[in-house]
């Protein structure tokens, strides 16, 4: 588990800033008729203009066959995440998930979003509004002297009174050295439980809430995870500063 210094704090509040205009500027583009590659183009395009590198890009999980083709995630409708983006064209009523991290002078942000496509249904809308909730309670929850368990518990408790399936196998996660560092960071928990919160720490916090039930499955090729019911689904992240009062969003 890292803490980062005064000096590192603020090459990562820059990339964050930067992380931030960018995912702005690609959530305006996601529109009906738009292909996903359109907009990880456009992704790359400005993270490279800007004089960082697209942190997804070339990227090897742990376990993973080959390394990430993009710059960005794209997750239309029953993907969860980790959408390759290609030739799908957006269509008027989905909704699109966009995640993706920034290298800027050496340390990673990462964040996402998701946004309407067009008009989309009530209950979509509503969807993504809770997804944001539920990222904003479990940033609410990180605090120095606190545990990792106080995060998944404010996620949890907010998500699964309202009917969602709460994504359980994938998770937040440290952030800043490198794309994901300790600790993982679950989206249900108890609170008091889990390792220590210590002012300094970064971390991307990083709900996903389904329609359905929580169950998620891999496909083919690898990285997209979709719902195991076909349900839709939505996801927030943000990289934050851990402090001894309320952390700070970085993205
Ligand atoms: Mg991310
Ligand atoms: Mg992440």
Request: aromatic residues 6%.
């Amino acid at each position: 588990m890292n803490i980062y210094s005064k000096d590192e704090l603020s090459i990562l509040r820059e990339g964050g800033k930067r992380l931030a205009e960018i995912r702005e500027k690609v959530a305006a583009r996601a529109v009906p008729g738009v292909k996903t590659k359109e907009l990880d183009a456009y992704a790359r395009e400005l993270i490279e203009e800007a004089g960082d590198t697209p942190a997804f890009l070339n990227y090897r999980p742990d376990g993973a066959d080959y390394p990430y083709p993009a710059a960005l995630c794209v997750s239309v409708n029953d993907e969860v995440v980790h959408g390759i983006p290609g030739e799908r064209i957006l269509e008027d009523g989905d909704i699109v998930g966009l995640d993706f991290g920034v290298k800027h002078k050496g340390f990673f942000t990462d964040s996402a979003i998701t946004v309407p496509v067009g008009n989309i249904s009530p209950i979509a809308w509503k969807l993504i509004e809770d997804t944001r909730e539920a990222l904003m309670r479990g940033i609410g929850a990180a605090r120095g002297g606190g545990r990792i368990g106080d995060i998944g518990y404010a996620v949890e408790s907010f998500a699964r009174p309202l009917g969602y399936g709460i994504v359980e196998i994938l998770g937040g996660h440290g952030v800043g050295h490198r794309q994901h560092e300790e600790p993982y960071i679950p989206n249900i928990g108890r609170r008091g439980t889990g390792p220590k919160l210590m002012s300094g720490m970064v971390l991307a916090i990083e709900p996903m809430l389904n329609l359905g039930t929580e169950k998620v499955m891999l496909g083919k090729d690898g990285y997209a995870w979709r719902t195991k019911d076909g349900s839709l689904s939505a996801h927030f992240e943000h990289t934050i500063l851990v402090t001894d009062s309320e952390a700070e969003i970085l993205t």
